[in-house]
T-cell receptor, first 115, second 116 residues
Framework: AQSVAQPEDQVNVAEGNPLTVKCTYSVSGNPYLFWYVQYPNRGLQFLLKYITGDNLVKGSYGFEAEFNKSQTSFHLKKPSALVSDSALYFC?????????????FGKGTKLSVIP | GAGVSQSPSNKVTEKGKDVELRCDPISGHTALYWYRQRLGQGLEFLIYFQGNSAPDKSGLPSDRFSAERTGESVSTLTIQRTQQEDSAVYLCASSPATSGSTYEQYFGPGTRLTVT
């Protein structure tokens, strides 16, 4: 069974500093990996995904994530945090292949960017 | 274009009552998913619809939960005899395709259910 871990319940970072939100996965084969963001009282918004190819993927709002197969990680990063980035971030995985459709989500990491 | 919509946005109900939650997927999306998000928790898969195929109900927590979808349109999630542990945000998502696809899921704003 696949699983996704987000080891930090909360991350605090000062505005303007780089941010990292960690994600590790346990999935057989080469998974599809996703990051979503959830603002208060809102649904999840898609940020970026890794399917294949370049290990560094760029997404919305200046976010990027690096797929590291040897460390089974897919950490979310941004060079300079904004207060408006404060939200709940979810990492998710999906097993490629016919018959696979379900996303497995991590428990989420609350990001607080301090002015 | 229009995204996934859900109604109502908030629902407060008394324990033991039935509730019905509605989801309108993005037009043309063949796949539809329901998730439950409890306070401080990740998303818990409930049920999945793909076109006219039989739905995957493996995530439904009890027989009090049921869902329907007609073709590739609106879906309703029904919870009968609600319990306090049913209090959560119920999220609906849709995607253009499913099995083996690389498409991401597009989420609605959710329905916050409170059972008193």
């Amino acid at each position: 069974a696949q699983s996704v871990a987000q080891p930090e319940d909360q991350v605090n970072v000062a505005e303007g500093n780089p941010l990292t939100v960690k994600c590790t996965y346990s999935v057989s084969g080469n998974p599809y990996l996703f990051w979503y963001v959830q603002y208060p009282n809102r649904g999840l918004q898609f940020l970026l995904k890794y399917i294949t190819g370049d290990n560094l993927v760029k997404g919305s709002y200046g976010f990027e994530a690096e797929f590291n197969k040897s460390q089974t990680s897919f950490h979310l990063k941004k060079p300079s945090a904004l207060v408006s980035d404060s939200a709940l971030y979810f990492c998710a995985s999906k097993t490629p292949g016919a018959g696979s459709y379900q996303l497995t989500f991590g428990k989420g990491t609350k990001l607080s960017v301090i002015p | 274009g229009a995204g996934v919509s859900q109604s109502p946005s908030n629902k407060v109900t008394e324990k033991g009552k039935d509730v019905e939650l509605r989801c309108d997927p993005i037009s043309g999306h063949t796949a539809l998913y329901w998730y439950r998000q409890r306070l401080g928790q990740g998303l818990e898969f409930l049920i999945y619809f793909q076109g006219n195929s039989a739905p995957d109900k493996s995530g439904l927590p009890s027989d009090r939960f049921s869902a329907e979808r007609t073709g590739e349109s609106v879906s309703t999630l029904t919870i009968q005899r609600t319990q306090q542990e049913d209090s959560a945000v119920y999220l609906c998502a849709s995607s253009p395709a499913t099995s083996g696809s690389t498409y991401e899921q597009y989420f609605g704003p959710g329905t916050r259910l409170t059972v008193t």
